[in-house]
T-cell receptor, first 111, second 114 residues
Framework: RKEVEQDPGPFNVPEGATVAFNCTYS??????FFWYRQDCRKEPKLLMS???SGNEDGRFTAQLNRASQYISLLIRDSKLSDSATYLC????????????FGTGTSLTVIP | NAGVTQTPKFQVLKTGQSMTLQCAQD?????MSWYRQDPGMGLRLIHY???????DQGEVPNGYNVSRSTTEDFPLRLLSAAPSQTSVYFC?????????????FGEGSWLTVV
């Protein structure tokens, strides 16, 4: 079983739409959680960390449910520039600071 | 603001050739790692290091060697290239084991083995 699983999509949404991505992780010892964004032929870049209480950064909201071991990302008022692949990332400190990546969810925002 | 620097960006190799992908970071990060990314497979860990002089295998280490003689550098060596090693390679670094640290990536190296 993979450490981190995501729906690969693709999600094709119109501009202005709200879209949500979910991710599940299997290791209950997971300590840190992130969403990364990866543009085509580019490296992954940190979008936001995910905290237990939930956190928001502009149009982006991240939630963590430790009991159910899932993480979510909500994007409101989608922009064309939001088109990218979104990676769910989990850090498990007791595995030597290993980071585990989902395969990514592809988002295309359509004009 | 160099961050994580990888070279070369593009490389074509013939089967059986060897080469080294270079990686350097200037953030004094203890943790460095190499990933390969293939369509539909996501990022897979090849090797990692938690500090100078310490390396360990990841999920897909076969055919690759690494060394960590300094905190800054973490080269990845392909010993005898095979077509199955055609991929995009990312070097990454992070601070030491500590909850909440993020991981930073180099721009990637596109390798084709023919």
């Amino acid at each position: 079983r993979k450490e981190v699983e995501q729906d690969p999509g693709p999600f094709n949404v119109p501009e202005g739409a709200t879209v949500a991505f979910n991710c599940t992780y299997s290791n209950s010892a997971s300590q840190s959680f992130f969403w990364y964004r990866q543009d085509c032929r580019k490296e992954p870049k940190l979008l936001m960390s995910v905290y237990s209480s939930g956190n928001e950064d502009g149009r982006f909201t991240a939630q963590l449910n430790r009991a159910s071991q899932y993480i979510s990302l909500l994007i409101r008022d989608s922009k064309l520039s939001d088109s990218a692949t979104y990676l769910c990332v989990v850090n498990i400190a007791n595995t030597g600071n290993q980071f585990y990546f989902g395969t990514g969810t592809s988002l295309t925002v359509i004009p | 603001n160099a961050g994580v620097t990888q070279t070369p960006k593009f490389q074509v190799l013939k089967t059986g050739q060897s080469m080294t992908l270079q990686c350097a970071q200037d953030m004094n990060h203890e943790y460095m790692s190499w990933y390969r990314q293939d369509p539909g497979m996501g990022l897979r860990l090849i090797h990692y290091s938690v500090g100078a002089g310490i390396t360990d295998q990841g999920e897909v280490p076969n055919g690759y060697n690494v060394s960590r003689s300094t905190t800054e550098d973490f080269p990845l060596r392909l010993l005898s290239a095979a077509p199955s090693q055609t991929s995009v390679y990312f070097c990454a670094s992070s601070k030491a084991v500590r909850s909440g640290n993020t991981i930073y990536f180099g721009e990637g190296s596109w390798l084709t083995v023919v």
